[in-house]
C-alpha cells in the first residue's frame, strides 16, 4: 500500500458545481496536510495548509482533515473554469513531503 | 507568498552531456531547498534535500554521482545532471522553505520546474 492514495481522475464538472477531492493515507504520524493546484508545465501552487485534524476554509476553498479516518479532503465551491488544472495533496511529519498522484480537475463554461 | 524562480524552463541536451539547472528563492533566504523530479501523470518525488554550506541528503535510489546538488548561497540551489541519458529526460521542480512564514515546518513554496529533454 503506497503513503498517499489518491484519485487521478480526471475529474470533469460544469461551471458552480461544488468539487470534493480526497486522498487517503497509511502513515498515523503525518501531522501537516496541504493541498497543491498545479497547472499544466507549471510549479505546484500551495492552496491550503492544515495542522492535524479540523476544518479550514479560504474563500472558495474547504480543506477537512480526519486523522482517524487518515482521510483528507478539498472542497472548491462554485467552481470555475480557471480551477481546471491538477490538484495534489501532500503531507508531512517532519521535513519530507509525501505528495499523492494528483487529480486532474476540468471545469466546463 | 514567497517567490522561487528556476532556469532554464526548457532544455534539450544530447546524450551524454551534462545539464546544469538553477533554482533561487527571490524574496527570502531558504537554508533547505528541495529537488523534485515528476514524470507525466506522475506525483512528485522527491530526489534530494539540499542544505546551504553541506552536503545534499539523496533519497533511496537516486544517485548522487549521477544527480550533482550545489547549494552554495542562502538563494541558490544547482542541480546538474551528468551524463545525461533519455531516461532522465522528465520535469525538474525545486521548493524552499521560507522560515519567515511561521505557519509550520514544512511550507514549502515552488519553482515552476525546468523540463529536461535528452535526444
Known amino acids: 500500500q503506497k503513503e498517499v492514495e489518491q484519485d487521478p481522475g480526471p475529474l470533469s464538472v460544469p461551471e458552480g458545481a461544488i468539487v470534493s477531492l480526497n486522498c487517503t493515507y497509511s502513515n498515523s504520524a503525518f501531522q501537516y496536510f496541504m493541498w497543491y493546484r498545479q497547472y499544466s508545465r507549471k510549479g505546484p501552487e500551495l492552496l491550503m495548509y492544515t495542522y492535524s485534524s479540523g476544518n479550514k476554509e479560504d474563500g472558495r476553498f474547504t480543506a477537512q482533515v480526519d486523522k482517524s479516518s487518515k482521510y483528507i479532503s478539498l472542497f472548491i465551491r462554485d467552481s470555475q473554469p480557471s480551477d481546471s488544472a491538477t490538484y495534489l495533496c501532500a503531507m508531512s511529519e517532519g521535513t519530507a513531503l509525501i505528495f499523492g498522484k494528483g487529480t486532474t480537475l476540468s471545469v466546463s463554461s | ?119
Request: charged share 20%.
Open chain 2, 1 to 119: 507568498g514567497a517567490v522561487v524562480s528556476q532556469h532554464p524552463s526548457w532544455v534539450i541536451c544530447k546524450s551524454g552531456t551534462s545539464v546544469k539547472i538553477e533554482c533561487r528563492s527571490l524574496d527570502f533566504q531558504a537554508t533547505t531547498m528541495f529537488w523534485y523530479r515528476q514524470f507525466p501523470k506522475q506525483s512528485l518525488m522527491l530526489m534530494a534535500t539540499s542544505n546551504e554550506g553541506s552536503k545534499a541528503t539523496y533519497e533511496q535510489g537516486v544517485e548522487k554521482d549521477k544527480f550533482l546538488i550545489n547549494h552554495a548561497s542562502l538563494t541558490l540551489s544547482t542541480l546538474t545532471v551528468t551524463s545525461a541519458h533519455p531516461e532522465d529526460s522528465s520535469f525538474y521542480i525545486c521548493s524552499a522553505r521560507d522560515p519567515r512564514t511561521g505557519q509550520g515546518i514544512n511550507e514549502q513554496f515552488f519553482g515552476p520546474g525546468t523540463r529536461l529533454t535528452v535526444l
